[in-house]
């Protein structure tokens, strides 16, 4: 089948055909034995007009409701006549009948000489015989019957060019081996194809030939982006068979479908490319406003509240420490934990990387038992659980490390200066992102969360790069591919030790245990970079961020074994790996079930990187609770972040911050929250790297049960008085209080006081 053919480009076969159809154009030439003997006169048939290529007529069937041409090239005496009715029981001097029509060029009588030709064509309904003879009468030898067969197989090829500009074929390509009629099939050398134009080519559209040799396929397909999205049967009872590439990656084998209708043909595209894909992000009606906890960070990515009584948050930096933040919002001189010794080196040229330590969660326990796990990009000074093939380039290494405190300082809580213990739980390679050399490698992921069962999750990216092709990815990519870690949300039980390295376990429950094509590790697949996911402790949905490439940002709902697109799709568009562009086909068929995005948003407003959020659970800000707040990072060193959130009726909108709705001078980079639910997040500035908070924009808080009022004389020798009263529209004529020279202090009952006026007179 077709799939089969583009997958194994240089596979060959031969095959032996009962029948080859007939030229539609013969050319007759004369022949002789070479003693020119009268006795073996006899036809040449030739397919060319040169006369160089040499036929056996004998070999070929001509096929009923198809149109022929005989054109005579040589004389020696022998005029060339077709003929459908026999004389007796032979050929010679037989006549043409009224049961097919022929049309002559160059001459009017039943035979052809040099320079003359016939043409006719066999009706679909013909029962009679064909024959051919010569028109003298004695040469009585020069006879002889021609194969007639039913209509057969009618096959159509619909090839695309993947190119953004116009594609000429250099040389022929010949794909006989896909046919059921038995031609040599060729897209002939100059076939020009403008850019993203399909183009239909069928079994009329080419020349006979050799039969025995497929055509190289994947020449086509990657030296010159043209591939076969479509091939057809249409064989003789009418029934339509053949298969239909449902997705802009034509590399993709589960991209083929089976049908049973022509109806498509020649229209792959509907858009090339899609530009503006999706509607202008509207403003919401939520106001908020955003508080400065501190500004003496690097390179943050989020925080991390152990809620142990002690009032401290740790927040942790892609450069490798784990900081901690007192009541007072003080940074302690002491960190939690610094790994920055054991990272690769971040930051080489440009202060941008998406290595570093990138993850840290702590144990639900963690009062308890002090553990917390972190991942982080490391030196390939070890061997890898999860490797790639062969012949790729690692970057680095991807490590979970599990962390256990021993509480050595007596303080009673775990992480201010405690001695520890590392075990590392699993490590996959990274590739060097070969379009991006100056970060290293991209996509690493590493958001983790514990999910309502205990088990930990964790993001993983695509391994990088663009399109999720080239070093480290295979035909398919990584993200359609679950036979492999990469481009994957995993579930692992964090105190098993069921998997291939006895370092931790595989919940029975995973979705693909037990299934050999897919990875038992795996909850969910089809991402790109889902850089940031959490769950949801009230509801327990999983929400998850996955960045798009260059046009569409999404967030999804996660949930278990379902495949959420890429690289097929970015956002709910269909996505082409050869160009990087985003299109629609017509009549697409979602053959895999992906999963699309709950809300979706391009470019074109400034955005550039999703960021993924939480769902509100605080207090302080009744019209979010419940809502998912997200934001996007912003165009990179522009400091202009942008801060979302996802209403009822599950629509992106921009949150308003302050009164002014002012822009943010902060790109967004990880959001957190508290053990009260309320909502952090951590951006770089131009000056300073900061943590905010999500406050409400307008506060007052007022705790007192009586009112304390000081009040003092002026000393001009006028008589000052305090007027109280419950309500304001009362202060003229409420309770007077005289103050003395040397000034009084006043305590009311609140429910005689709230409203106050100083008189002097």
């Not at 979705?511 to 009230?538: C, H, M, Q």
């Not at 379902?562 to 299109?583: A, M």
């Not at 068929?589 to 769902?615: F, K, M, R, S």
């Amino acid at each position: 089948m077709l799939k089969k053919v583009i997958l194994f480009s240089i596979f060959v076969f031969f095959k032996t055909f009962a029948f080859i159809e007939a030229p539609s154009t013969i050319y007759v030439g004369n022949g002789m034995n070479s003693l020119g003997a009268y006795n073996y006169e006899y036809y040449e048939f030739f397919s060319d007009s040169s006369g160089n290529n040499t036929i056996n007529i004998n070999d070929y069937t001509f096929i009923k409701g198809n149109t022929y041409t005989f054109t005579k090239l040589s004389s020696n005496y022998h005029p060339f006549v077709i003929a459908d009715s026999k004389s007796g029981s032979s050929w010679h001097l037989a006549s043409q009948t009224s049961a097919i029509n022929y049309e002559f060029v160059n001459t009017s009588a039943p035979a052809i000489n040099p320079n003359q030709s016939v043409t006719f064509t066999i009706p679909l309904n013909y029962s009679g015989e064909l024959g051919y003879y010569c028109q003298i009468i004695y040469h009585t030898r020069m006879q002889n019957s021609l194969n007639i067969s039913e209509p057969q197989p009618v096959d159509f090829f619909e090839v695309t060019n993947f190119k953004l500009t116009q594609n000429t074929i250099n040389e022929d390509y010949n794909l006989s081996g896909y046919f059921t009629s038995p031609k040599s099939l060729t897209i002939p050398a100059g076939t020009t194809f403008a850019a993203g134009e399909t183009k239909i080519f069928d079994s009329n559209s080419f020349t006979a030939g050799n039969n025995s040799e497929l055509g190289f396929i994947g020449d086509l397909v990657s030296s010159n982006r043209l591939i076969i999205t479509e091939y057809l049967t249409v064989e003789s009872t009418g029934t339509i068979t053949g298969e239909r590439l449902n997705a802009l990656d034509a590399l993709n084998n589960d991209h083929f479908i089976s049908v049973s209708s022509t109806n498509d043909l020649g229209l792959f595209f509907v858009e090339q490319s899609i530009v503006d894909p999706l509607p202008d992000i509207p403003q919401g009606d939520i106001i908020v406003e955003i508080e400065e906890i501190t500004d003496r960070l690097t390179h943050p990515i989020g925080l991390i509240d152990p809620n142990d009584g002690s009032g401290r948050k740790f927040v942790f930096q892609q450069t490798g420490e784990i900081k901690t933040l007192d009541v007072n919002n003080n940074l302690s001189s002491t960190d939690v934990l610094d790994i920055s010794d054991e990272l690769v080196d971040l930051f080489p040229v440009i202060p941008y990387d998406e290595r570093g330590l990138l993850g840290v969660i702590l144990h639900p326990s963690f009062t308890n038992n002090g553990i917390l796990y972190y991942f982080a990009s490391v030196p390939t000074n070890s061997a890898a659980d999860f490797t790639f093939s062969e012949n790729v380039n690692i970057d680095h290494h991807s490590v979970l490390v599990e962390v256990t405190f021993t509480d050595s300082n007596l303080s009673s809580y775990f992480g201010d200066g405690d001695t520890f213990t590392q075990r590392e739980i699993l490590r996959l390679e990274q590739p060097v992102a070969e379009s991006f050399p100056i970060i290293g490698s991209n996509h690493n992921s590493g958001s983790m969360s514990f999910d309502t069962n205990g088990y930990l999750m964790i993001s993983i990216g695509d391994a990088g790069d663009a399109n999720d092709t080239g070093n480290g990815h295979g035909l398919i990519g990584n993200g359609q591919d679950p036979s492999n870690i990469w481009g994957s949300i995993i579930r692992i039980d964090v105190n098993g030790f069921n998997s291939t390295n006895g370092e931790y376990g595989i919940p029975s429950d995973n979705p693909f245990v037990n299934d050999s094509e897919k990875l038992d590790e795996i909850y969910a697949y089809g991402f790109r970079n889902p850089w940031t996911f959490s769950l949801d402790p009230s509801s327990g949905i999983i929400y998850s961020a996955d960045s798009g490439q260059d046009l569409v940002q999404e967030v999804n709902i996660v949930e278990k074994g379902e495949n959420y697109g890429w690289r097929t799709k970015e956002g709910s568009f269909l996505f082409d790996p050869q160009t990087g562009l985003i299109g629609s086909i017509n009549n697409f068929t979602n053959i895999n079930n992906y999963i699309d995005p709950l809300v979706e948003y391009d470019h074109d407003q400034g955005y550039a990187n999703v960021i993924g959020g939480h769902v509100y659970r605080g207090e302080s800000i009744p019209s979010l609770i419940g809502s998912y707040v997200c934001g996007d990072y912003g165009a990179i060193f522009s400091n202009s972040g942008s801060l979302f959130y996802i209403d009822a009726s599950n629509t992106l909108k921009r949150i308003q911050i302050g009164v002014d709705n002012r822009a943010l001078t902060t790109d967004v980079r990880g959001f957190s929250f508290d053990s009260d639910g309320e909502l952090y997040f951590v951006g770089n500035g131009a000056a300073s790297a900061s943590l905010f908070k999500i406050v409400p924009y307008a506060r007052a808080q007022l705790t007192f049960d009586q009112a304390s009022v000081s009040v003092r004389v002026d000393g001009n020798g006028k008589v000052l008085k305090l007027i109280n009263s419950s309500k304001l529209n009362n202060l003229f004529n409420g309770n007077t209080n005289i103050v003395s020279e040397s000034g009084d202090n006043f305590v009311f009952p609140m429910e005689e006081s709230g409203f106050f006026k100083a008189v002097a007179e």
